[in-house]
């Protein structure tokens, strides 16, 4: 069965810092990959998929950006965090067949101070 | 993008059915319907999809209106666990986008 992980869980970040965030998804091949951001109390806001390796489709212009090393790795990166780049960070997984249904991790829940 | 239009909340009942609306006046033909769920803390979940027919599954069962204007995601017996926010999504065939709303949240009273 397929399952996909998120770390870390929670990150506390100072203005200004780096990020990374990492999403990994097992068994399945060729995936596409999301990542989205959630405000306190606003809806799922999508900020980048990827259909493959080193290919990156940008929703949303920002500080943020991500990237796909391997073809069920995707990381979500940024050189200086913003305040405004706070929330919950959630990675999807999803098979296009026709049509798709996404799958989404446990989340990164992220305060910048 | 298609826009779905979900009341902000609603409240039932342990042990009772849940219908929850959607309206999508705009949709196309190529458009599926899509229901997620979202409990406190968590991811999306997957429930249910369709594109013209009534679907079924463990989860729930989805109404789908013959004009395909409106939809109806109905549990047919809430439990605690199903309170959380649900989101009624069109996805354009072919598309990999989900456009997330803001859903209505569901409180279930024991």
């Known amino acids: 069965s397929q399952t996909i992980h998120q770390w870390p869980a929670t990150l506390v970040q100072p203005v200004g810092s780096p990020l990374s965030l990492e999403c990994t998804v097992e068994?399945?091949?060729?995936?596409?990959l999301y990542w989205y951001r959630q405000a306190a109390g606003r809806g799922l806001q999508l900020l980048f998929y990827s259909v493959g390796i080193g290919q990156i489709s940008s929703e949303v212009p920002q500080n943020l950006s991500a990237s796909r090393p391997q073809d069920r790795q995707f990381i979500l990166s940024s050189k200086k965090l913003l305040l405004s780049d706070s929330g919950f960070y959630l990675c999807?997984?999803?098979?296009?067949?026709?049509?798709?249904?996404?799958?989404f991790g446990p989340g990164t829940r992220l305060l910048v101070l | 993008d298609a826009k779905t239009t979900q009341p902000n909340s609603m409240e039932s009942n342990e042990e009772e059915p849940v219908h929850l609306p959607c309206n999508h006046s705009?949709?196309?033909?190529?458009?599926?319907i899509h229901w997620y769920r979202q409990l406190p803390s968590q991811g999306p979940e997957y429930v249910i999809h369709?594109?013209?027919s009534n679907v079924n599954n463990r989860m729930a069962s989805l109404a789908i209106a013959e004009d395909r204007k409106s939809s109806t995601l109905i549990l047919h017996r809430a439990t605690l666990r199903d309170a959380a926010v649900y989101y009624c999504?069109?996805?354009?065939?072919?598309?990999?986008?989900?456009?997330f709303g803001q859903g209505t949240r569901l409180t279930i009273n024991p």
């Open positions: 369709g594109l013209t």
């Open positions: 999504i069109l996805q354009i065939q072919g598309a990999q986008k989900l456009v």
């Open positions: 068994g399945t091949s060729n995936p596409n």
């Open positions: 999807a997984w999803g098979l296009l067949r026709g049509q798709e249904t996404q799958y």
């Open positions: 705009t949709i196309s033909g190529t458009d599926y």
